[in-house]
């Protein structure tokens, strides 16, 4: 499709603009992260720092002197692990209830979808009491399954919700001839639906690890050691009781977001994809 | 006769199988606390009270319904909610259209649309903060370079502009979210549609209000489902970044449950108030789904 | 007979189990990044377990923020038995039974800890926890700004301060002389508790009742109003947190500031500091017959509810709150022992601040002990915000934070 210049030129504004828009902030992040708190903190600000420093990166990854920053390895590995099992667990336990509410029919349907929904809706900061006490009794505090199986409490409703409304909006004829072929439900979910939803299967494994990735309340009530620990805790351990050292902070916050970044650089070709099949809505 | 009896029985069974994983897990793990939390709400569970555990009935609704704090925190996340929400999707729906062509540097522009998103919330609010800071945020520091303002001032002691500035904070996070899923979303959409009605003499804002904009409404609203869900939950952004002030500004009404359970020890006001924000989320969803269902059959 | 009998064997088997006690676990529950360092509280937990081989302590450390939030949870399921509180907690805890009421110290031990200190653990007349960690605000003042502007002394009452400011100011020497901490947070009730004690006011009288609208509470507010309108404080003070305003008087950028013990080291710090060798350190003025007034920030150590080893904390809490433990680590933490300030090793570390923390402790105020301290502080702070943005009067906004704390004190 021939687009006009001035069309073209306006797509190349905006596309700057949110590029700046994106990144400034980001930036900001990264020069935080590697200056020294006087620069940081005078005034007129230089946004090029004079002195640069790595050795907030270099006290994460070699300095157990530094307890805090070497710590911060050890949430990572944590944050990772949760993460990737939550995201796993969800798309799999999520697209077989996803497929169930969206091409089923059984009793209590919509009532159960709006269940589902209505657990997710009930902020998390009140459940914690009661919850953290039944935990406790089943000794399984302070350990990443647990955080796990928070994590999939908030992630599942989300991951359900989202994937039935695709598999909704797929068409039926390529099941329906499927069927008629002989292939059973579950054939016809992994070898027609899966593809056929790619785009919002990744989006929706995009969501779910960044649920768990993000996550900070649970993670601080439920976790102590560094056995559970994830990164969201880990970096607000730089907040002392009289100052909060920004920079750390900044550090932390430039190697924490790697992880998901590297997630979407891996699968992000694979949310735009051509469709010109049109074995879609037509 | 038989046939089509059985098939349906095998349904309901297959699809009881298929959902019982995820039945499990969500119901065996917050069915307990939900309840007890009910509990709580419908008793006086206030930790320094001398009746602690007297059953009150719905006294605990009534008294949050009544209470000019309820109202003034529902305002504020209405208006929180509200705003973010109508900016994150105008917003992600113009960046995912922009993805969704090729350009030089669209594959570098679809990855680092994710870096907002993929950053901590913890991390996002600090930086935020931080950027912010009236003495040294380069928020201040760049507007004064640019002479867009004569001094340094501060962005988080009035109330109402510290609501503003949590929630430009919260769309530069959160406006990935979308642009994910309607870029998703976006792939649906046949290319022959398009060209067919290019043929048919539609011009670009034509093609948007007439195929795009309809293909993508299913996704929209799944979208505004639960990102209102989500901005009616938010709290770690408050929690850092203004700890509910100044004066009360960004008190919604997540934040107001907290401090009643944990700075006041009232359980019981927290969990009457986390139900009812429960309650209204889901009044909005059904609402949401009902005007979704009636645009479709239009 | 029989009865010796029994007594006989029953003490035989009391001390039987003592000699062959199993091994005890404890959890304590420390803070991160302020008071003693981690080294410090593990090398103390070291020696602990030294001397009480069958105890065996666990230790866990979150930031400050995160302490009420973990204490609050793990309280039923004790999940930590030694917990570090917060003065401010102590009435609320005790009254909604989180933490557990300890044995009274004796009195040659009550004797030599600093008043305020002690009080800050009591509810009721119980004990619920052993001041530990100590700390209280002081005047820091910049030497170089006040000998410039022609004060070679720091100020004894808050009036001659605002006189002084007032000079510096007009010397242009500094835009804003003084900077405070008067973001809506807990800091701006720690700095009202200041001014409101210095002018010989109260929140609350010593049986508990509210008496916000006395004639101390508003001279300390209007202080706080006209400092600002005059232009001496900071108006970002607004907004600042104590970090903010050692911030700000570590760059220079103040000549007066309350801070805790915290900013005197920071002050001194080339790495991070404009101000090296300027740092003074003062009493807290005060006003009329009030010669001085600080707040206590001091945190004490306390025995969570569900703990099922409460005799092993005990002792545990015992021996870190030591005058062994902390003639060790003065450094960090100054010690809760009166007779310690007197102590050659201990006066080394900081003379300066070990000096005047002898004197300013004696004029230490406690933050309402009343259970529904954290809904009255906010209230608090918010009248106090509003009243300094200029949209209400003084005796309004103390008038509605009076009526706020009856009707707390009324809630059954």
Redesign the interface.
Known sequence: MRRGPAFRTVQYLFALAVLLFIMAPVAWMVITSISIHRDIITVPLKIIPRHVTFQRFVDVFTNPENEIAHAFLFAMRNSLIVSASVTLVSLVIGSLASYAFARLRFAFRSSLLYLILFTYMIPSVVVVMPLYLVLSRLGILNTRPTLVLLYLTMSLPFVIWVMQGYFGSLSKTYEESASLEGCSRLQVLWHIYFPMARPGIIATAILSFLIAWDEFFFALVFTSTLEAKTISVAIAEFSGKHYVDYEMIAAGGVIAALPPVLVAVIFQKYIVMGMTAGGIKE | MIDIRRQRLSEQRFAFLILLPAAVVIFGVVLFPLGTTFVYSLQNMELISEEKGKFLGLLNYARVLGAPWFWQALARTLYFSVVSLAVETVLGLLIALLLNTRFAGVGLLRVLVIVPWATPGIVTASVWRWIYNPEYGVLNAVLTRLHILGEYRAWLSDPFLAMNMVIVADVWKMTPFAVIFFLAGLQFISASLYEAATVDGAGVFGRFWHITLPALAPTIAIVAVMRTVEKFKAFDIFYVMTRGGPANGTKVLVYEAYLKAFSNLQYSIASTLSYLIALLVLGLTVAYVKALRRGEMA | MRNKTIVIAIVLLASAAGLFAAPVSINA?F?????YQ?EDIIGGTRDFQAAFPNINVNL?F?????L???I???A??G?YDVVLSDGPFTA?FA????VKSVPPLSAADAKDIFEGALSSTMYKGKSYGMPWLNDCKYLFYNKKILQAAGFPNPPKTWEELAAQAKVIRDKKLVKFPIVWSW???ECLTCDFTVLSAAFGGAMFDKDGNPTLTASGNKKALDYMVASLKDGLTN??S???????V???FI?G?AAFALN?T?QFAEGQDA??S?VVGQVGIALIPGSGSVRSATVNGGQPLSISTGSRHAAEAWQYILYMSSKDFQKKYPKNALPIWKSLYDDPVVIATAPEVVKIAKDQYSYLVNRPVV??Y??FS?DL??RI??CL?GKKASDQALREVQAKALELAA??
Request: avoid cysteine; charge should be negative; charged fraction near 30%.
């Open positions: 529950l803070m991160k990044q302020a008071g981690e866990t979150v930031p400050y923020e995160q009420e939030e973990k609050i949870t793990s039923q399921a999940s609320k009254q909604a039974g989180i973001a809506q947070a108006p970002s607004l907004e600042l947190t104590e970090g903010d050692d911030s700000t760059k950028d805790w915290f790495s991070k404009s259970p529904f954290s809904e906010t702070q918010v915000q509003e943005q809630r059954k």
